[in-house]
């Protein structure tokens, strides 16, 4: 089962990396003028009617089958973690995408930040647990999760750029988080026959809970650079539900003498994100502009040197 549930989970990290790339790549071709009610709607009706989009929401939508799937044979800890490599899936599909390569440092930063997280997760061994959670547990951790979005929409509201694409990605990841939680507790209850998945109240939840992580994630990827907002996504959500394992369904890490090499991972993710802030502002935002518009401006003009 272990092999079947990592498989299924690296096939959705690669959906939904290539899902992130695609409506980034749409997002640049509508930029944002105003954060007005009026201004979104229009701006969310024409990415409606770009092929990049439409394509990057049905592989959206795959990557929540194989996550579904995954989840049904293996736990919440393992299942999210997995999802860090949807960081180098981003890379190597945005580097076609956009027909730009990210610089080296940002490579590098990457490579850290899923290295550093998957050896935290080889040592911790997260294990299984309950397959639904009790009541009482949902009312603490639902009650964290609805917390901490509100908070980091907030503080996302005076901000602009790379922060705010931060701030925004890291509550669309918390969200994705609390949709997997409950898409656990459905399927969870398949064992006692598809009536009692569909009679529920989780199996709807999760419809609402992924529904407010994709508009935060559309105002990520609008918000600022890939780099800014991807690995906010990705490690907020897999840390994210390494609590929610805990809290919701008794599944726990390994301690002991197996905290040395989790720290070590701890420190490869701090190190990576510094190592990132530093890339973005080297290298540029290698996502910011549409490749067929800047192949059209290249051809009309001569090239000018970077200072």
């Known amino acids: 089962m272990t092999a079947v549930t990592v498989l299924l989970a690296l096939l959705a990290a690669l959906s939904n990396a290539s899902a992130s790339v695609l409506q980034r790549r749409a997002a640049v071709q509508e930029p944002d003028h105003g954060d007005g009610a009026g201004s979104v709607v229009r701006r969310f009706t024409r990415l409606l009617r770009r092929p990049y989009w439409l394509a990057g929401a049905g592989l959206l939508a795959l990557s929540s089958l194989l996550q579904a799937g995954a989840l049904a044979v293996g736990s919440l800890s393992l299942v999210q973690p997995l999802l860090a490599a949807e960081l180098l899936f981003t890379l190597a599909v945005g580097s076609v995408v956009f027909r730009s390569r990210p610089d080296g440092r940002t490579w590098l930063a990457f490579v850290a930040l899923a290295g550093g997280l998957a050896l935290f997760l080889l040592a911790a061994a997260p294990s299984a647990g309950r397959s639904t959670a009790r009541p009482g547990d949902w009312l603490l951790g639902g009650g964290g999760v609805l917390g901490a979005v509100v908070l980091l929409v907030a503080a996302a509201r005076p901000v602009r750029g790379a922060s705010r694409a931060a701030l925004l990605g890291l ?14 507790e459905a399927v969870g209850r398949l064992e006692q026959g598809p009536a009692a998945m569909f009679g529920h109240w989780s199996l709807y939840a999760t419809g609402v809970a992924g529904l407010v992580a994709f508009l935060l994630l559309q105002g990520a990827l609008g918000a600022g650079s890939l780099s800014a907002s991807q690995p906010a996504l990705t490690l907020g959500d897999a840390l994210t539900s390494v609590v929610l394992g805990w809290v919701l369904f008794a599944e726990s890490i390994h301690l002991g003498l197996r905290l040395l090499p989790e720290a070590v991972g701890v420190a490869l993710i701090g190190a990576g994100s510094i190592g990132l802030a530093h890339a973005a502002s080297v290298g540029g935002e290698w996502d910011a ?5 800047s192949a059209g ?11």
């Open 171 to 184: 509550a669309s990841a918390v969200s994705f988080a609390a949709t997997a939680a409950l898409l656990k």
């Open 289 to 293: 502009t549409d490749p067929e518009a």
């Open 297 to 307: 401006s290249t051809a009309a003009l001569p090239r000018t040197p970077r200072r």
